[in-house]
């Protein structure tokens, strides 16, 4: 049974290595420490002592990194390799990531299943470093959203690192070693062999259309209904509105009758006075 735990890490990091290996290590550490600072902040100094002891710590390291790599490789369910080498690849892509983000604003996060990183960085069995980069773009592009409009453009510039292409023109300006784009054959070829394979779901729209849903939380069809709830949306709201109005005025004719406010009596009622 797959493990479901999941891994995050900053859509810049890939702007760190054109090394699979390397790269993927690093996003893996990154995405581990994270987890394990989470945990680290909701326990109590006497449930980090008891940490610990439960994984051959002194209990002067209770606030320590070496505790918060043990905490996320037990909740991400791995095993942790050499501690110093995870603890200093985390800190590489944290510090990227500030000095990238006080250059380019916030930064968007990939989250990706914790065995498809495995996956790629021990083979390309199921993913090969290309297709990975690509799925990456996209995944972050879609974000917690059901589903998003994610132009190829976008995608071709997010999978060297960059969350746009004027990001990725600013990084190359300033002499920063991005790895190399795609090309359009590249890009092309590479969605279509994930979409095949059931990465995401994906629906065009209109027959030759450039605006292109992609969705890693529906399935075609599902997507597709959304689409058409969504181009319909305008369509039925106003006219569901003009059915209302229409009742709404038929029912005020039928309560005023043939009473008419503005006719003034002739003769005005006796006076009983």
Same mark, same amino acid.
């Given at each position: 049974?797959?493990?479901?735990?999941?891994?995050?890490?900053?859509? /810049?990091?890939?702007?760190?290595?054109?090394?699979?290996?390397?790269?993927?290590? #690093?996003?893996?550490?990154? $995405?581990?420490?994270?987890?394990?600072?989470?945990?680290?902040?909701?326990?109590?100094?006497?449930?980090?002592?008891?940490? /610990? =002891?439960?994984?051959?710590?002194?209990?002067?390291? /209770?606030?320590?990194?070496?505790?918060?790599?043990?905490?996320?490789?037990?909740?991400?369910?791995?095993?942790?390799?050499?501690?110093?080498?995870?603890?200093? @690849?985390?800190?590489?892509?944290?510090?990227?990531?500030?000095?990238?983000?006080?250059?380019?604003?916030?930064?968007?996060?990939?989250?990706?299943?914790?065995? %498809?990183?495995?996956?790629?960085? @021990?083979?390309?069995?199921?993913?090969?470093?290309?297709?990975?980069?690509?799925?990456? +773009?996209?995944?972050?592009? %879609?974000?917690? +959203?059901?589903?998003? %409009?994610?132009?190829?453009?976008?995608?071709?510039?997010?999978?060297?690192? /960059?969350?746009?292409?004027?990001?990725?023109?600013?990084?190359?300006?300033?002499?920063?070693?991005?790895?190399?784009?795609?090309?359009?054959?590249?890009?092309?070829?590479?969605?279509?062999?994930?979409?095949?394979?059931?990465?995401?779901?994906?629906?065009?729209?209109?027959?030759?259309?450039?605006?292109?849903?992609?969705?890693?939380?529906?399935?075609?069809?599902?997507?597709?209904?959304?689409?058409?709830?969504? #181009?319909?949306?305008?369509? %039925?709201?106003?006219? $569901?509105?003009?059915?209302?109005?229409?009742?709404?005025?038929? #029912? =005020?004719?039928?309560?005023?009758?043939?009473?008419?406010? @503005?006719?003034?009596?002739?003769?005005?009622?006796?006076? #009983?006075?």
């Amino acid at each position: 049974m797959s493990d479901e735990k999941f891994l995050q890490f900053p859509l /810049c990091a890939l702007a760190m290595e054109s090394q699979k290996y390397t790269l993927i290590n #690093r996003l893996i550490n990154f $995405g581990l420490l994270e987890a394990g600072k989470s945990i680290f902040g909701g326990l109590s100094l006497v449930k980090r002592k008891e940490a /610990c =002891i439960e994984h051959n710590l002194k209990e002067s390291e /209770c606030d320590s990194w070496e505790l918060v790599a043990h905490l996320g490789a037990k909740v991400c369910n791995l095993k942790l390799g050499t501690i110093k080498n995870s603890i200093s @690849d985390y800190h590489l892509v944290h510090k990227f990531r500030d000095a990238w983000e006080e250059r380019n604003g916030a930064e968007p996060i990939v989250r990706m299943k914790k065995d %498809i990183l495995l996956s790629v960085r @021990d083979s390309d069995e199921k993913l090969n470093f290309r297709e990975f980069r690509v799925l990456c +773009a996209i995944y972050s592009s %879609i974000g917690a +959203a059901p589903y998003k %409009i994610v132009p190829a453009r976008m995608i071709r510039v997010r999978a060297v690192g /960059c969350k746009s292409e004027a990001v990725e023109r600013n990084e190359r300006n300033g002499a920063a070693v991005l790895p190399p784009l795609l090309t359009v054959k590249q890009l092309r070829s590479t969605i279509t062999r994930l979409h095949q394979t059931g990465w995401f779901a994906r629906v065009t729209p209109d027959r030759h259309g450039r605006l292109t849903y992609y969705s890693n939380r529906l399935v075609e069809d599902a997507l597709a209904e959304k689409i058409v709830t969504r #181009r319909t949306y305008a369509a %039925i709201h106003a006219e $569901g509105r003009k059915q209302l109005t229409e009742k709404l005025s038929l #029912r =005020i004719k039928q309560k005023k009758g043939n009473f008419n406010r @503005d006719e003034i009596p002739t003769e005005l009622p006796e006076n #009983r006075g």
